[in-house]
Nanobody, 124 residues
Framework: QVQLVESGGGLVQTGGSLRLSCVAS?????WGWFRQAPGKAREFVAG????????SYAGAVKGRFTVSLERAKNTVYLQMNNLEPEDSAVYYC????????????????????WGQGTQVTVSS
């Protein structure tokens, strides 16, 4: 069983930035970031594989969010710039021990491990 622990959420004004971190207790091959706003379904934000050969972003965050991996620390980051009120949600780190095919990177059910979530609130 792999544990994922997120951190870095908080309150920020529109146009501000935050960096979320997610550290894994074991080996993860495919990583993902998702978010869930009140009353809405959990939605895909970004996903990539250990090799970082392919990174995928949701259209709503492309150009503003960047995912990166620090292999030595088994930690993945989500750098969020130019934040908007619509970005307010609980952000979840997700992971899977093996490769998730490209067409399934955005699917919640494809990931076997989830963090507890960290709240991001963007004020207008």
């Amino acid at each position: 069983q792999v544990q994922l622990v997120e951190s870095g959420g908080g309150l920020v004004q529109t146009g501000g930035s935050l960096r979320l971190s997610c550290v894994a207790s074991g080996s993860i091959y495919t990583w993902g970031w998702f978010r869930q706003a009140p009353g809405k379904a959990r939605e895909f934000v970004a996903g990539f594989r250990w090799s970082a050969s392919e990174t995928s972003y949701a259209g709503a965050v492309k150009g503003r969010f960047t995912v990166s991996l620090e292999r030595a620390k088994n930690t993945v980051y989500l750098q969020m710039n130019n934040l908007e009120p619509e970005d307010s949600a609980v952000y979840y780190c997700a992971g899977h021990r093996s490769r998730i095919i490209s067409s399934q990177l955005a699917e919640v059910r494809a990931y076997g491990y989830w963090g507890q979530g960290t709240q991001v609130t963007v004020s207008s």
